[in-house]
């Protein structure tokens, strides 16, 4: 079956929309409505990791929002506030702003001595391809995360996807994340001072590749206006970040699940 490059931005932006727990800094948008604008309402769950490296997990419900205007602008809890300047079918290119949790020292005993990070406003932007119409290219750029707000993160990553029947969609994707010393001394790394307070040794990180992410997403529509997506992702930290003692677990994965009623 022969299968368009706007299906694969679409079954993008139901499935596979960016979660900045872990991974999943890429983002699927649709292209801009022929109509004012599109909105669609619904609950949405989250369960991801306590803190980036931790073993516990959080749960949120929230109710969630998709918002998208003829001129490319866009609000969503999936992808955040943004604009998409292309008009093509096959391209995507924009900029976004992404509320970024922080993490709290009572987050795990493993985090005894560091400093809370409070929540981030991350400023970046996007960049999607379709060079051919079973395949889409991602790549993605977000700065102000970390302890003082400059850390950068980059992610590549890769998507198909297939039908599931008349009404399913299922995408898989493959992914990795970048970030710089900034961002991973926050996270991952014990100053000398950290060190101290909680009687270990510092832990000195660099910038680097940070994870391999692997997602899963899919979606059911149950009539014109309700549907039903959900999302998986897999992220494994590398090198020092995986070996860092502030780090539970090198595996985090996020899941996210909703039931949209279209508005508009």
Not at 90 to 104: C, E, F, P, S
Not at 169 to 180: E, H, M, P, R
């Amino acid at each position: 079956m022969k299968l368009g490059r706007r299906f694969f931005l679409w079954i993008g932006a139901q499935c596979l929309s960016g979660a900045a727990f872990a991974a999943g800094g890429t983002i699927f948008i649709d292209p801009p409505p022929e109509q004012a604008f599109t909105l669609s309402i619904g609950p949405t769950l989250w369960m991801f990791p306590s803190y980036p490296g931790g073993r516990a997990r959080q749960s949120v419900l929230f109710p969630g929002i998709d918002f998208y205007a003829a001129n490319g602008l866009f609000a969503s809890t999936d992808n955040g506030i943004g604009w998409n300047l292309s008009t093509r079918n096959d391209l995507q290119a924009g900029l976004r702003l992404w509320a970024q949790l922080g993490r709290k020292v009572g987050d795990s005993s493993r985090l005894a001595g560091t400093d809370d990070i409070g929540p981030r406003l991350e400023k970046g932007g996007f960049f999607n391809f379709a060079p051919y119409e079973f395949l889409m290219l991602q790549s993605s750029i977000r700065y102000g995360s970390g302890l003082r707000g400059d850390g950068l993160l980059a992610e590549l990553a890769a998507t198909t996807g297939l039908p599931l029947g008349e009404r399913g969609t299922l995408a898989l994707s493959l992914g990795s994340t970048w970030a710089n010393q900034a961002y991973r001394q926050s996270y991952f790394g014990l100053t000398e001072a950290q060190a101290e307070r909680s009687n270990r040794a510092p832990w000195t990180m660099r910038s680097g590749q940070q994870d391999t992410n692997l997602g899963i997403g899919g979606e059911y529509r149950l009539d014109p206006d309700w549907r039903l997506s959900g999302q998986w992702i897999h992220a494994h930290l590398l090198g020092d970040a995986a070996r860092s003692p502030v780090v539970e677990s090198a595996s985090q994965s996020t899941l996210s699940l909703s039931l949209w009623r279209r508005f508009r």
